[in-house]
C-alpha cells in the first residue's frame, strides 16, 4: 500500500515519500525534513483555539448535511476534516450520512473477508452473535459501485441494504446502529459520530492546537510523557536485547503492538515497518533487516493526508535503540535529516543502508557486533 521513493545521492540515500491510494493512485508528500510551522500550507494549519463538542439528539444527524464529519471507532478517530485525507470523506445521501463499514467493524472487533480477486464481493462478520453480513456488487458499472447485502442469518431475506463502494464500502449510519451504539456529537460545524466508545473530550482536531506539539524533531522520542496528536501514547520497549531473535521479535509484539513481532502499520501503510530475521537470506551476514516504507513528519507539523505518519519516526526510535544503544539518535538523524550514508557503524555494528526500486523501500541491515565490516 504505502509507497516510498527515493534515488542516491552522494552523501547517501535521501527518502522521498509517497502513498499510495486505495484508488491505485500515488499522491507525493514531503516528509522527514524539519519544517517550520509557518510554511504549513493553509489547509494543514491547525487551529489555535478549540470549542468542546455538544451531545446532540441522535435524530439531527439525519435532518440535513452538515458542513464536515468525523468519525471515531471506540475513541479512536477514524475519518475527518484534515485528517487521512486519502480516505473518502463520510457524506449524506437520501437523509442519512454513509459511513465506512470496514473502519468501524475491525475498530469493533469484527471481521470481514473479500471473495475473489475483483473484489466483487465481501463479507462481514458484525459481531460474535451471529451477524454476518454479505455484499455483492450489482454488476452495473458506475463512477461508485453499488454493492447489495443481505443478513445470512435472518429467516426473512427481505432484510436488505445497499452500499456504496468509494476506498471501501459506505452504508447508511442507520445500518451501524442496528448493531453498534452510536452517539451524536456537534463540534464548530463539524458533526462527530462515535461508534462504540466515547472518549472524554472528543475532537475532530486530530493535530490539537497551535504549539501543542514538536514542529521540529528535537524532541526525545523515548520520553513516555511526550505528548503526541489524538492522546496516542507511544509503546516503550523495555526488553533488552537477545541473541535469540524469537525472543526479541515476541518483545516487539508484546511491547511495541508489531503484528507477530515484524510488522507495525498505521491507516493507509498497513506494514510502514518491517523486520526480516535471519530465517531469510540477509545479505552482508546481517542480524536483522528493517524495511521502511515511510518516514513521517514531526508530529506538530499537520500531514492531514497520512495524519498518523508522525508514529514511524517514534517507533523507529524504539527500534534503533534496541540494536543501536545509545547510538540510536544518530541514526534516527540520518532519517530525520533525509541523509542515510550507504554504510555506517552504531553501537559496534556495521550497518548498511540500500533503496530498492522495485518494491519503493529503504532497506537497512543491521551487522551483529561480532561481524567484521566488508
Known sequence: MGILTGKKMKRGLRIMLAICMLSGMLAPWSAGKQVDAATSSKQNKVSSSSTKAVKMDPKWIYQKKQKSYALFVNGVEQVGPGYNDYETPLFYLNGTVYVPLQHIVMGMGGTFKY??????????????????????????????????????????QSDTIRGIQKNVLYVPLNFIERFYPVTVMKEKDTA?????????????????????????????????????????????????????????????????????????????????????????????????????????????????????????????????????????????????????????????????????????????????KTAKSK
Open 192 to 368: 462527530l459520530i462515535l461508534v462504540g466508545d466515547v472518549p472524554k473530550n472528543p475532537t475532530a482536531n486530530f493535530f490539537g492546537v497551535k504549539g501543542q506539539y514538536p514542529t521540529t524533531f528535537n524532541f526525545n522520542p523515548l520520553d513516555p510523557k511526550q505528548a503526541y496528536p489524538g492522546d496516542w501514547k507511544a509503546p516503550q520497549l523495555t526488553a533488552k536485547w537477545s541473541s535469540d531473535e524469537t525472543k526479541n521479535f515476541k518483545a516487539f509484539e508484546e511491547q511495541l503492538g508489531f503484528k507477530e513481532g515484524r510488522s507495525y502499520g498505521i491507516p493507509g501503510q498497513s506494514k510502514a515497518i518491517f523486520l526480516f530475521g535471519k530465517g531469510g537470506t540477509l545479505h552482508n551476514g546481517g542480524e536483522v533487516m528493517i524495511r521502511l516504507t515511510m518516514w513521517g513528519s514531526p508530529p506538530g507539523v499537520p500531514d492531514t493526508q497520512v495524519s498518523n505518519s508522525y508514529k514511524i519516526p517514534v517507533m523507529s526510535a524504539q527500534l534503533f535503540k534496541f540494536y543501536f544503544g545509545n547510538d540510536w539518535r544518530k541514526v534516527w538523524n540520518y532519517f530525520n535529516r533525509n541523509d542515510i550514508p550507504d554504510k555506517f557503524t552504531a553501537n559496534g555494528r556495521t550497518v548498511w543502508a540500500d533503496w530498492i526500486e522495485v518494491d519503493a523501500s529503504l532497506y537497512l541491515t543491521i551487522g551483529s
Open 115 to 156: 471473495w475473489s480477486d475483483k473484489l466483487t464481493e465481501i463479507t462481514y462478520w458484525m459481531n460474535d452473535k451471529g451477524d454476518i453480513w454479505n455484499f455483492k456488487w450489482d454488476g452495473v458499472r458506475r463512477e461508485s459501485a453499488i454493492f447489495l447485502g443481505n443478513h445470512q442469518q435472518a429467516e426473512d
